[in-house]
């Protein structure tokens, strides 16, 4: 396999966090009904979760890593699964409780201002997809290490799009919320193993 071939899908993986916050930003400068408020605090929010998920991308690299025995291929993914959807609930949790605090004492946000409950909205609704975000993270490895790097692409193309749509139908009729749901629904929508990431080995047999 070639590195270009295997590069790419890396690359759009690391990737993927950042282009969810740039759809978002386009659609709320473009299409929101109170744009600088709502982009303030989408700036805001896009720093904590790419944040999020540069710190947790430590899953797709140890995932593949361990992917190496076909003896234990079921069990890393399984085990990998549980972590990281446990990872995702302690950080919607850690989200909802520590955010105010966040938005306080590092962004310099007056709780009651505008930009600060437009933060917070944004926020509990993108937290929910946490779980979702760090299992995908778990498939991806796993495709990664069993050579398949078409489907984590095609699903990071799905994401990328059903994101664009749901940013372009849903900020115009609720703002900054519908960004979030925009940019959360195509992380927590599909099934990680039956939808997502359905990945296939190097004889094409189904993991």
Not at 135 to 154: E, K, N, Q, S, Y
Not at 172 to 180: I, K, N, T, Y
């Amino acid at each position: 396999m070639s590195v270009q071939r295997l590069a790419l899908p890396f690359l759009g993986a690391a990737l993927a966090e950042p282009l969810l916050s740039t759809i978002d930003t386009a659609a709320v400068g473009r299409l929101a009904l109170a744009p600088a408020t709502d982009l303030a605090a989408l700036s805001i929010n896009s720093a904590l979760f790419n944040l999020i998920a540069a710190s947790t991308s430590f899953f797709c690299t140890a995932t593949t890593n361990l992917m190496g025995s076909h003896d234990t291929e079921q069990a890393i993914f399984n085990n990998g699964l549980v972590l990281a959807l446990a990872v995702g609930v302690v950080l919607t949790v850690a989200l909802f409780a520590l955010s105010p605090a966040v938005f306080r004492s590092v962004y310099q946000l007056e709780p009651g201002s505008q930009v600060f409950r437009a933060a917070r909205r944004y926020m509990a609704i993108r937290a929910l997809a946490c779980p979702a975000a760090t299992a995908t993270l778990v498939g991806a490895g796993v495709c990664f290490g069993l050579r398949d790097t078409d489907t984590p692409l095609v699903a990071i193309g799905i994401a990328a799009a059903a994101n664009l749509l749901g940013a372009a139908t849903l900020v115009p009729l609720f703002g900054l919320s519908g960004a979030a749901a925009a940019a959360a629904v195509p992380k927590a929508g599909p099934d990680v193993k039956k939808a997502g990431w359905t990945c296939v080995d190097a004889e094409g047999n189904p993991l």
